[in-house]
């Protein structure tokens, strides 16, 4: 498969099927984190979509020095802040909702659920920090190229995040089982 | 916890707290139990995203998306942004440059073409071009007792 500048100088001209190959590269990346954000898979979808019709039509904006990966998740967390916005769909999981590579014992989808309900609690700046770090396992600098903010913005954003989520999950902790 | 390690913590467990600031606080470790156990229950909490499977996307994503992209060719100016980012990483940015100097030295031509080239009565008067009566008369000088000793003469 060709390297990533080139696809997209291909897709600059025109190329669907150089774009399509972008597509299926990412795809997994930008549906998971979308998911994050817009709380169920259909809407994750729906935001996966336009940010691939956004990221056509702005190739050429695109900045070579950039990494393209980063330059999408940014294009995600925007349209999915604004499509939850829109929509004024509550951020939740619905657990029928999500289709898995494989089947997860049943302990491991309560930790799932239990993390998942903190994390939506938090407010949105500190849930953005953690779902680029825990899921997307972007590194901090990554992270401030995404959000457009300073590394000390992301390292300070991240530790005042775990902060609040030790505060809810307390009890599990408590209970002497490490989550 | 009243050790004020809380966000160095949090990087530390993350692998981004580098050089001295590591090394300080692994000395640290070995003395604070509150900030051992700090991190063990970060670690704990990290650990729990971890469940997290991979999303199966729906097989037919990639063709939906393809479907839905306009006809689009790109027009001069993208082909000309990417280009320039190509050859010239700072292209953008230093665009204004040529520009503004390119304009400074039309202006400077300009007002050079257009300014009547003055010559001062001094510059006349050292191109001795006058005589000496012809100096007195343009200059309004009073007459010193050489000079008028000279006119005398003549």
């Given at each position: 498969?060709?390297?990533?500048?080139?696809?997209?100088?291909?897709?600059?001209?025109?190329?669907?099927?150089?774009?399509?190959?972008?597509?299926?590269?990412?795809?997994?990346?930008?549906?998971?984190?979308?998911?994050?954000?817009?709380?169920?898979?259909?809407?994750?979808?729906?935001?996966?979509?336009?940010?691939?019709?956004?990221?056509?039509?702005?190739?050429?904006?695109?900045?070579?020095?950039?990494?393209?990966?980063?330059?999408?998740?940014?294009?995600?967390?925007?349209?999915?802040?604004?499509?939850?916005?829109?929509?004024?769909?509550?951020?939740?999981?619905?657990?029928?909702?999500?289709?898995?590579?494989?089947?997860?014992?049943?302990?491991?989808?309560?930790?799932?659920?239990?993390?998942?309900?903190?994390?939506?609690?938090?407010?949105?700046?500190?849930?953005?920090?953690?779902?680029?770090?825990?899921?997307?396992?972007?590194?901090?600098?990554?992270?401030?190229?995404?959000?457009?903010?300073?590394?000390?913005?992301?390292e300070s954003?991240?530790s005042?995040?775990?902060?609040?989520?030790?505060?809810?999950?307390?009890?599990?902790?408590?209970?002497?089982?490490?989550? | 916890?009243?050790c004020g390690y809380k966000r160095v913590i949090s990087s530390f467990i993350d692998?981004e707290l580098g050089?001295?600031k590591a090394?300080f606080l692994k000395?640290h470790l070995?003395?604070?139990?509150?900030c051992?156990?700090e991190i063990?229950?970060?670690?704990?909490?990290?650990?729990?995203?971890?469940?997290?499977?991979?999303?199966?996307?729906?097989?037919?994503?990639?063709?939906?998306?393809?479907?839905?992209?306009?006809?689009?060719?790109?027009?001069?100016?993208?082909?000309?942004?990417?280009?320039?980012?190509?050859?010239?990483?700072?292209?953008?940015?230093?665009?204004?440059?040529?520009?503004?100097?390119?304009?400074?030295?039309?202006?400077?031509?300009?007002?050079?073409?257009?300014?009547?080239?003055?010559?001062?009565?001094?510059?006349?008067?050292?191109?001795?071009?006058?005589?000496?009566?012809?100096?007195?008369?343009?200059?309004?000088?009073?007459?010193?007792?050489?000079?008028?000793?000279?006119?005398?003469?003549?």
């Amino acid at each position: 498969m060709d390297n990533d500048i080139t696809l997209i100088e291909r897709a600059i001209e025109g190329d669907k099927s150089a774009f399509g190959d972008l597509v299926d590269k990412y795809k997994g990346k930008i549906v998971g984190a979308a998911f994050r954000f817009s709380g169920n898979y259909k809407d994750a979808e729906d935001v996966a979509q336009e940010v691939f019709l956004k990221a056509y039509l702005n190739l050429a904006k695109f900045r070579k020095e950039a990494d393209f990966s980063t330059w999408l998740y940014r294009i995600t967390y925007n349209t999915a802040c604004n499509y939850v916005r829109k929509k004024k769909i509550k951020m939740t999981t619905l657990k029928d909702d999500i289709r898995y590579e494989d089947e997860f014992d049943i302990e491991r989808n309560e930790k799932r659920e239990i993390v998942r309900a903190a994390l939506e609690k938090l407010p949105l700046k500190l849930k953005s920090v953690l779902v680029f770090r825990e899921y997307e396992s972007l590194s901090y600098k990554e992270i401030a190229g995404v959000l457009d903010c300073s590394i000390g913005t992301v390292e300070s954003r991240i530790s005042r995040a775990r902060e609040k989520l030790k505060v809810l999950l307390r009890p599990y902790i408590l209970e002497g089982e490490k989550i | 916890m009243k050790c004020g390690y809380k966000r160095v913590i949090s990087s530390f467990i993350d692998g981004e707290l580098g050089g001295e600031k590591a090394v300080f606080l692994k000395e640290h470790l070995k003395e604070c139990a509150a900030c051992k156990e700090e991190i063990e229950v970060l670690k704990s909490i990290k650990s729990a995203f971890s469940c997290e499977p991979d999303y199966k996307v729906r097989g037919d994503f990639t063709e939906t998306v393809i479907a839905s992209l306009p006809e689009r060719r790109a027009n001069f100016r993208e082909k000309l942004d990417w280009w320039m980012d190509e050859v010239l990483p700072l292209g953008k940015k230093l665009i204004p440059v040529p520009l503004v100097l390119t304009a400074a030295l039309i202006f400077f031509i300009a007002f050079n073409a257009v300014t009547p080239n003055f010559i001062t009565l001094e510059e006349v008067l050292l191109s001795n071009h006058f005589t000496l009566e012809e100096e007195i008369v343009l200059t309004d000088a009073r007459l010193s007792d050489e000079i008028a000793l000279e006119l005398l003469v003549k």
